[in-house]
Nanobody, 127 residues
Framework: QVRLEESGGDSVQAGGSLRLICTTS?????LAWSRQVPGKQREGVAS???????RYLDSVKGRFALSRDNAKKAVYLRIDTLKPEDTAMYYC????????????????????????WGQGTQVTVSS
C-alpha cells in the first residue's frame, strides 16, 4: 500500500506559477501526475522515476517541471506560465509495484497504469 497526498493547489491568475507537492509513504516508487476536469477523462501530464528521470505530455513541455526529494519522500510539480486550460484537479499516482519506470513505454501517461492515487489538489487559473 502506497499513501499519497497532494498539496499546493490554488486559485491564480494566468501567467502565474504554482508548485504542487506530492508526499508519499515511500521513496521507492516512480510517480506520475494526472489532471482531470469534471466531465472529462483523467489525463496524465508528467511522470518521474526514482532516479529523477522524467517525461511530460507534449502539450505541457516547457511549462511543467518535475523534481523529487527521496529523503523527504516528496515529488514536486512546478507549473509556470499557467493558462486557464490548466484548471483541473491534479492527482499524484504510483504504480502497483516499486522498481518500475513510470517514464517507459507507450502507456506511461495512462491513468490505468497506476494503482495508488491521492485525493487531489485543485488548480484554478483565471484569465
Amino acid at each position: 500500500q502506497v499513501r499519497l497526498e497532494e498539496s499546493g493547489g490554488d486559485s491564480v491568475q494566468a501567467g502565474g506559477s504554482l508548485r504542487l507537492i506530492c508526499t508519499t509513504s515511500t521513496s521507492t516508487y516512480c510517480l506520475a501526475w494526472s489532471r482531470q476536469v469534471p466531465g472529462k477523462q483523467r489525463e496524465g501530464v508528467a511522470s518521474i522515476d526514482v532516479d529523477g528521470g522524467s517525461r511530460y505530455l507534449d502539450s505541457v513541455k516547457g511549462r511543467f517541471a518535475l523534481s523529487r526529494d527521496n529523503a523527504k519522500k516528496a515529488v514536486y510539480l512546478r507549473i509556470d506560465t499557467l493558462k486557464p486550460e490548466d484548471t483541473a484537479m491534479y492527482y499524484c499516482a504510483a504504480p502497483r509495484f516499486p522498481d518500475v519506470r513510470c517514464t517507459d513505454g507507450g502507456n506511461w501517461s495512462s491513468p490505468r497504469s497506476y494503482q495508488y492515487w491521492g485525493q487531489g489538489t485543485q488548480v484554478t487559473v483565471s484569465s
